[in-house]
């Protein structure tokens, strides 16, 4: 197999989303290939957060896109609700999407400007015949009280006159009016002030506690990570590296980039600064990435067999993943 | 300790047509030569406002700018578009969070650097690019020969945030402004810049104001920290005092509302209710008393004096934390 291997994977019969194998590139030239994201497999489970965390450029953003078929990715399966949304009809797309929504890092560009917030809410609801004109909006103002905006005060407005964390609100309602089962949210709150980004993120728990949600919340903010995930991957260059509860992840990562990212995060308290080695240069180029072990042009103990060989994810703890021939132990 | 810029009552006020809007007001803050100070604030507070206005800059005249700057013995509000331009270089320089508005896209790096070079310090096109070189290597970059011939878009956000540096030290500058110079970037590369940056002031003497909305870049990059809210510096104390006894009860707010990267996963973050107030109407009363949670009554009518503790730990709030009732 290609891919990093699959030893983390539960094969669960609560598994909501399961992606096998998954590979994205994008031809940019005649001869460059962008290498966004290279054969991950994983899955998640009903009720599970899964936090998807790494640098810019690591391939988070496509891996959610290609979960959603936008667009469809070049190989490998994605398993949503025991379909496998790669081989389904555009028509049978469409409704498998319903029940799986986006909420986008961009608030306010994200939302129509002309539309109104009671149009922007009612616009899913309509297009899938969800109730009368005044069941929809019953509706739309249970959302809207749901993610803390007074329906009277909001309805009739446009999303250029609210700010970021009201639009973000706004983009929640928009996404769980038709009562999905999964939300993708590709880095729901890194556009927001500190004070919004919490008000924020007890939203997204207190609706995933409320409706059942299973999500997959795509960040590169660890501290953000840590607050709302059941389960971590970090993902290098297109790669999965490591895959495990916080827990065992933040209090012992197993594998070096996990534990160079840890060591970069702030510390919010001057008598707690760590003198730690810092991670050297920047990611390569995803059009060439090194061969064996992505990360070894950056890893500090990297020998001739990360070179050579592609390390596979082995459990090194119960519910640790991680691919690396030298994990630190 | 001598200050190297003493801002006295600093007030600005922009027109706009729904009013003028108070942007700063009353900020009376000292810093000291050789100290790196923190500007931290939510989005809309007046960090960038409060800076460029320290740095003589903001003359349109839309604007209106009260109280005195002293930076090294001048008194920038007194001085004229030009003769503050003189002081840039050798005397103040900045940074910005986003180094491809600061860069000319079509122009290569070496031209870039060498401008400032040739501009101010007289040199000849060729000793300029050798300098140039050299700026490079100061600030770590890879292979600079080549990153001279280049043009902005073919370097990573984290190598033009090098450059930028590169360019605001070129002529020693005494105080260096920085502007969320890592908000843009990972946090590997955000730990690069930081400790570059802790080098260099090491190196060349330089102070540094470090403007970031990051609680925890501040504590581990600063002497002093000014906490911003609704146009004022609240608190302003040396980093460890803040974070060890704070007295506003906004810093406290802000620390509570971050996700911390040891804390238990899963558990609930804390809240600041509400936002900023409207900076065309502040009210009166503490700009803060709708969302405070030791708010009196008198918080409500009355707006709080600026405070002095012994030590010079200074703040605005009517009931500090650490004090009794
Ligand atoms: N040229 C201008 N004309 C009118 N209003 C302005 C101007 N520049 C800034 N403001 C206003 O002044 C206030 C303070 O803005 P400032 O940019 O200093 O905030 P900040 O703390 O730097 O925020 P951020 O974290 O978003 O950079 C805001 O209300 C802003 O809209
Ligand atoms: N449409 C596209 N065409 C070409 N390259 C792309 C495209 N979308 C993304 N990429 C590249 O794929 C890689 C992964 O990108 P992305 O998924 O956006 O990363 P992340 O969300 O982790 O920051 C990057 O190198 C990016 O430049
Ligand atoms: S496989 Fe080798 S290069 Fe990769 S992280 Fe492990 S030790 Fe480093
Ligand atoms: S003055 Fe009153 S409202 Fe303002 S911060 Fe102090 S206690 Fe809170
Ligand atoms: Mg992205
Ligand atoms: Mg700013």
């Not at chain 1, 001057?270 to 810092?278: A, F, H, N, V, Y």
């Not at chain 2, 770590?140 to 450059?163: C, D, E, H, W």
């Not at chain 2, 003497?205 to 925890?216: A, C, E, P, W, Y």
């Not at chain 2, 503490?286 to 009355?302: D, S």
């Amino acid at each position: 197999m290609a891919g990093s291997g699959t030893a983390h994977m539960r094969n669960s019969v609560d598994s909501v989303l399961t992606v096998r194998d998954l590979t994205v590139e994008f031809k940019i030239s005649k001869d460059k290939v962008v290498k966004a994201v290279s054969g991950l497999s994983f899955d998640v489970v009903k009720g599970e957060t899964l936090a998807v965390v790494g640098e810019s450029g690591c391939g988070k953003t496509t891996l959610a896109r290609a979960i959603l078929q936008l667009p469809p990715p070049n190989s490998g399966e994605v398993i949503f609700n025991g379909t496998d949304l790669t081989s389904l009809p555009k028509e049978n797309l469409r409704s498998a999407r319903t029940s799986m929504q986006m909420i986008f890092q961009d608030p306010i560009s994200s939302l129509d400007p002309r539309m109104t917030v009671q149009q922007l809410i009612d616009e899913p609801l309509e297009i899938w015949g969800r109730g009368t004109r005044e069941e929809r909006n019953e509706r739309i103002n249970t959302l809207l009280n749901n993610v803390g905006l007074e329906p009277e005060l909001v309805l009739n407005r446009r999303s250029y006159e609210f700010s970021g964390g009201q639009c973000q609100r706004i983009s929640i309602a928009r996404a769980l009016a038709l009562d999905p089962r999964m939300l993708i949210c590709d880095e729901p709150v890194s556009a927001l002030d500190v004070s919004i980004q919490a008000q924020i993120l007890n939203l997204l728990q207190d609706m995933k506690d409320q409706f059942g949600l299973t999500m997959v919340f795509i960040s590169h903010d660890l501290a953000v990570v840590k607050a709302v995930s059941d389960r971590v991957m970090v993902m290098y260059l297109g790669k999965i590296c490591e895959i495990a509860t916080p827990e065992a992840l933040y209090s012992k990562p197993a594998h070096h980039y996990t534990k160079a990212l840890l060591d970069s995060v702030p510390i919010a308290d001057p008598t707690r600064q760590k003198i730690t080695e810092l991670l050297q240069g920047e990611p390569p180029s995803p059009m060439n990435p090194p061969s064996g072990c992505r990360f070894r042009t950056r890893c500090h103990a990297a020998t001739a067999r990360c070179a050579e060989h592609e390390p596979q994810l082995q459990e090194v703890s119960p519910g640790q993943f991680v691919a690396c021939h030298h994990p630190i132990v | 300790m001598s200050s190297l810029l003493s801002i006295k009552n600093l007030g600005v006020n922009f027109d706009t047509p729904r009013g003028s809007l108070e942007a700063v007001r009353g900020v009376d803050i000292e810093i000291p030569a050789g100290t790196s100070v923190g500007v931290v604030g939510e989005s809309g507070s007046g960090k960038t406002v409060m800076c460029r206005a320290a740095m003589g800059l903001l003359q349109g005249s839309n604007v209106q700018r009260t109280g005195t700057v002293v930076f090294d013995g001048n008194e920038l509000t007194a001085m004229t578009k030009e003769q503050v331009r003189d002081l840039f270089g050798s005397g103040m320089a900045m940074i910005f969070q986003d180094p491809m508005t600061a860069l000319n896209p079509v122009r290569r790096i070496g031209s870039q650097i060498s401008e400032g070079l040739r501009v101010r310090l007289g040199m000849s096109k060729k000793d300029a690019l050798v300098r140039s070189k050299e700026l490079l290597e100061l600030v770590r970059i890879p292979n600079p020969t080549a990153v001279l011939k280049s043009f902005p878009y073919q370097l990573s956000g984290g190598m033009r945030q090098r450059v930028m540096i590169a360019i605001a030290i070129a002529c020693n500058p005494k105080l260096l402004f920085a502007d969320e110079p890592t908000t843009a970037l990972d946090v590997t590369v955000q730990a690069q810049i930081l400790q570059l940056l802790r080098e260099l002031r090491e190196d060349l003497k330089m102070s540094m104001v470090l403007v970031t909305h990051d609680l925890g870049v501040v504590a581990g990059n600063t002497d002093y920290v000014a906490v911003m809210y609704a146009g004022e510096v609240v608190e302003y104390a040396p980093t460890t005092k803040l974070f060890a006894d704070m007295r506003m009860p906004y810093t406290e707010a802000l620390l509570e509302s971050i996700p911390k990267i040891d804390h238990k996963s899963g558990t609930r973050l804390s809240v600041i209710a509400g936002r900023l107030p409207n900076p065309t109407d502040r009210g009166v009363g503490c700009g803060f008393a709708p969302r405070c949670k030791y708010a009196q009554e008198k918080c409500h009518t009355q707006h709080p004096e600026l405070q002095k503790d012994p030590d010079g730990h200074l703040y605005r709030c009517w009931f500090p934390i650490g004090e009794a009732l």
